[in-house]
């Protein structure tokens, strides 16, 4: 199908997020995408609740405790009970995990590079700038 005669922008952006997911491979980043964008959560919000966590991913409660336990295993978080709320655990990203998730994103950028490579350095910005006001005020959860 000719991009130009697409139904729409939401369509134009699901075939761009088809292209990243089948080039952001576990091989290509080092890790899965899931634990790229469960890190980079982390690192914005300086650790969170499980539960806002899997919200914010929109993943049910036990797909969570998995991706949790995988970046757990690799040393790339922390869980701790809320000393506010024992019944929660709160969630922080380790040095380990900004470590690796620097090397993720440096090669997620490759990644951007090659799919947003007809674009210019400043509609590059411009996309960037227009995606950040078109998620601005969202309810992510």
Do not use: W
């Not at 969630?91 to 990644?111: C, F, H, Q, Y």
Request: hydrophobic share 40%.
């Amino acid at each position: 199908m000719n991009p130009a005669t697409a139904t729409g922008s939401m369509s134009l952006i699901t075939r761009l997020s088809r292209l990243v997911f089948r080039g952001a491979t576990e091989d290509v980043l080092g890790m899965r995408l899931k634990q790229l964008i469960a890190l980079d959560y982390l690192r914005e919000h300086q650790g969170t609740p499980q539960k806002a966590l899997g919200q914010s991913l929109m993943l049910d409660p036990n797909n969570c405790v998995i991706l949790l336990n995988d970046l757990d295993v690799h040393g790339y978080i922390e869980r701790r009970r809320d000393p506010e709320d024992r019944r929660r655990h709160m969630v922080e990203i380790t040095p380990a995990g900004l470590r690796a998730l620097e090397k993720a994103e440096s090669r997620m950028e490759d990644l951007e590079d090659e799919v947003l490579c007809n674009l210019s350095k400043a509609e590059r910005a411009e996309l960037h700038g227009l995606l950040v006001k078109a998620l601005a005020g969202q309810d992510l959860s």
